[in-house]
């Protein structure tokens, strides 16, 4: 099983950033962590998220209109947009 808040730390995110990249409210992700609170689901989707570049680019997509998730878009987007020089 994968700590919630473990994961947090390690990937440097708040409470909503990860509410945001995984598509459940914050509010869901403060209950796991206060009431240790064990989700089959959330375990899955954690570990899935560790493994799987894939499956990370799936998550992005899926929760594009979350706030977190746009700022991540954003910030990549600086970095593969190609610059054309005429």
Request: net charge positive; charged share 35%; aromatic share 10%.
């Amino acid at each position: 099983m994968i700590a919630i808040y473990e994961f947090r730390k390690k990937y440097n995110l708040t409470q909503r950033e990860l509410a945001d990249l995984i598509g459940v409210s914050d509010r869901s992700i403060q209950r796991y962590e206060i009431e240790n609170i064990s989700s089959k689901h959330l375990n899955v989707t954690l570990e899935r998220f560790e493994k799987s570049a894939e499956f990370r680019r799936a998550l992005m997509i899926v929760n594009q209109d979350r706030p977190f998730v746009k700022k991540l878009l954003n910030q990549f987007k600086l970095f593969t947009d190609k610059k054309t020089d005429d």
